[in-house]
């Protein structure tokens, strides 16, 4: 990692209320207060309150594992505080600087196994987060089955989740009271009822199974992702734990608006810092491919006439890139195993792909290619092709693979599994760690949920877990709603950067008819800003951006790396509207995107600097644009705006905006 600024106020004070009964821990701020009691059986509990009001009240912490029962049975050895006052840079992110600032507290447990267990919260002035901590000790191994783990929120609020079994989580978020849930992937994102804001989730997963959540008896209550047996079968054993070891965190950011729910870093905060000591060949690209052409079915992976991966397309999309300031084109369907999806090789290529050709071409005119590596789910045999698999794209200059795992159950070293079980976890992880050895990025498809882990190995730069764009190209049931991209940022994009693949241009597909984009051009170009990814794919084709040069304008311009990044505005399932500052200039983008209802807004600049004057270039929608009706209607503009001023703004159905903010010589 860059630059780092720690500093750490080692502050060990012994807590002076008296361990065993209640112990409190505080955020900076004062205002979030998490307190910690046994109950009369030894059971641990923990309450929260904000702003002098009780937001989860009493709930169950602990675990259950196959060689004890973890979740009473506990009397209090030793409370200890400490307080973290600190500042990091990051590799790329929304963010430049990031502010840790938390009041730890450390409740050492015997249990009457004689089994060692600590609990370590962490209060920040925006929410809260705790996790288990097993120190070095006699026994030496756990089998998880059960997590105690509940947050008994006050009041039945609203709640945006997908289920826990959808299948690599791309499904359309929901909202329904907490009670009337099913099961819930993490995250979950809380309509606090009076106002506010909760986001559970877990941070920093690196050898666990994925947390899920479901509603019982008033609480929200976690349940692991289990293991598979032979007959892939769910098994009762989530983890399989060696001694000493922590849990992943167990986060709720509590924000009293969304602006400041999205503005929290409490995620990022509690992975641990970097690991990979160079970082200087990870870079933030846009990119364009050789992908909405399978997609749209007018091309396909494997080798035919439509073939999409040639040497002639590769050359002509390189090329591409190089005239209109995108850094980097992916090419899928270049190796040998799409006939079958089996066997899939990742160092040898169609005999229509030449990649050494392709290689210095690409070196050449300095744009990157990014490769692809689709497994089919069949991790097990990727990790055999692993090192041999870099080393090719290595030593053909490619710094950036996107991975894919297309089957819903995955084949891992430990046979059949979930993807977000703890095997699924370990192949994850042994991806990022072996990638980063070759200097290579990932952008992860059908991964598992993302906990922040790339502040960890910033060469994990992208992933989906979600329903993207692709879903328009194909899915004859409607495709994504105009909402869904306006519920995103609230909810997916919370738990990390999302590959959405933004900016279509051309709306109807004569190959698919019943199918259809579900936005206005100009939402399309207000997803470049509104979800974020330092990896970010204008996904069209060439040819139908520049049927529109002038709006493609945009996404020449707009970088992918930021300084600062807000929500100016926004709601739900409605709209949002995001402010974001480029990293390598004092220029600002604001981006919009609107689901159904058409809706005026205004936008204030507060955001610039004030003593200076920009030029605007405003994209937008035309008085006649609706994502149904008529899509391509826009409106380009420009204007010198300051500080003071206001945008009054139009969206449209399906609709959005982009602006590029130019600050002035
Ligand atoms: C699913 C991915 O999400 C998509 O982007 C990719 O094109 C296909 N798998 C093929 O690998
Ligand atoms: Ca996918």
């Known amino acids: 990692m860059k630059k780092r600024l720690y500093y750490l106020l080692p502050l060990l004070m012994l807590m002076a209320a008296s361990c065993g009964q209640q112990t409190k821990v505080s955020s900076p701020d004062g205002k979030t207060r998490v307190a910690f009691q046994l109950t009369e059986s030894g059971a641990p509990q923990y309450c929260v309150q904000q702003d002098g009001k009780t937001v989860i009240d009493w709930s169950a912490l602990g675990l259950q594992a196959t060689e004890q029962n973890l979740t009473n ?21 929304e963010e430049r600087m990031i502010d840790d600032r938390h009041n730890e507290m450390t409740v050492s447990m015997l249990h009457s196994s004689g089994m060692r267990m600590d609990i370590v919260f962490r209060v920040f002035d925006d929410g809260f ?16 089955t059960d997590e105690a783990t509940e947050y008994r929120f006050t009041a039945d609020h609203q709640a945006w989740s997908i289920p826990w079994r959808t299948d690599y989580y791309e499904g359309l978020w929901s909202k329904a009271p907490l009670s009337a849930k099913d099961t819930m992937c993490s995250p979950v994102t809380i309509e606090l009822l009076g106002g506010g804001y909760a986001f559970v989730h877990e941070a920093a997963l690196e050898d666990y199974p994925a947390q899920n959540l479901y509603p019982m008896n008033g609480a929200l209550k976690t349940y692991l992702t289990p293991w598979m047996d032979d007959n892939a079968q769910i098994m009762n054993e989530k983890a399989y734990k060696w001694l000493p070891f922590n849990s992943p965190w167990r986060m709720v950011i509590l924000a009293r608006s969304l602006p400041e729910m999205v503005a929290s870093r409490i995620m990022l905060n509690l992975n641990e810092p970097c690991r990979i000591e160079d970082t200087s060949w990870i870079k933030p690209m846009k990119f364009i491919g050789i992908w909405w052409g399978m997609h749209m079915k007018s091309m396909t992976w494997e080798q035919g006439p439509i073939h999409g991966a040639t040497t002639a397309n590769m050359e002509r999309y390189l090329r591409f890139a190089k005239e209109h300031n995108i850094q980097a084109v992916l090419a899928e369907g270049w190796n040998l195993g799409w006939e079958t999806w089996e066997n899939f090789s990742f160092t040898e290529p169609y005999d229509d792909w030449d990649m050494d050709y392709l290689s210095n071409l690409a070196q050449e005119l300095g744009v990157e290619i990014i490769g692809h590596n689709e497994t089919g789910g069949n991790a097990a045999d990727y990790e055999e092709q692993l090192e041999e698999a870099y080393a090719y794209h290595q030593a053909h200059g490619i710094h950036a693979i996107k991975t894919g795992y297309v089957s819903p159950i995955i084949r891992t070293v430990d046979g059949l599994q979930l993807n977000k079980g703890q095997s699924g976890v370990r192949h994850y992880r042994k991806v990022i760690e072996t990638a980063a050895k070759y200097h290579i990025s990932i952008d992860n498809h059908e ?17 989906e877990g979600v329903r993207g764009q692709e879903w328009n190209a194909w899915n004859v049931s409607g495709g994504n709603p105009a909402s869904h991209v306006t519920i995103l940022p609230f909810t997916r994009v919370m738990a990390g950067p999302v590959d959405y693949t933004p900016g279509v241009f051309a709306f109807e597909n004569p190959l698919l008819p019943q199918t259809r984009v579900n936005a206005t051009l100009m939402n399309q170009l207000g997803l470049f800003v509104c979800i974020y990814s330092p990896l970010q794919m204008a996904c069209d084709l060439p040819e139908n951006y520049m049927k529109h040069p002038d709006a493609f304008r945009f996404i020449e311009d707009v970088p992918c790396d ?47 600097d004030k003593k200076a004057c920009y030029t605007a270039t405003i994209y ?16 380009i503009e ?10 009054d703004l139009h ?9 590029r903010l130019k600050k002035n010589e």
């Open 562 to 608: 930021w300084n600062r990044s807000l929500l100016v505005d926004g709601k739900i399932g409605e709209y949002c509207i995001f402010a974001r500052q480029d990293r390598n200039s004092e220029d600002w983008y604001i981006g919009a995107v609107n689901a159904d209802e058409p809706r005026e807004v205004c936008v204030p600049l507060t955001m610039l």
């Open 638 to 647: 420009e204007r010198e705006v300051r500080a003071a001023d206001k945008l």
């Open 620 to 635: 937008r929608d035309g008085d006649n644009a609706d994502w149904q009706t008529n899509p391509y209607d826009y409106v």
């Open 129 to 144: 987060a705790f996790r288990y901590v097993f120190p070095e000790q006699e026994a030496v191994e756990l089998t998880v």
């Open 73 to 93: 049975g506990f009397t209090v050895l030793s409370c200890s505080s400490d307080k973290y006052r600190g500042q990091w840079e990051t590799v790329w992110g």
């Open 651 to 659: 969206m449209a159905g399906g609709g959005g905006f982009a602006i």
């Open 447 to 463: 991964p598992v949920m993302p906990t922040g882990l790339q502040r960890t190995y910033p060469n994990l730069m992208s992933q």
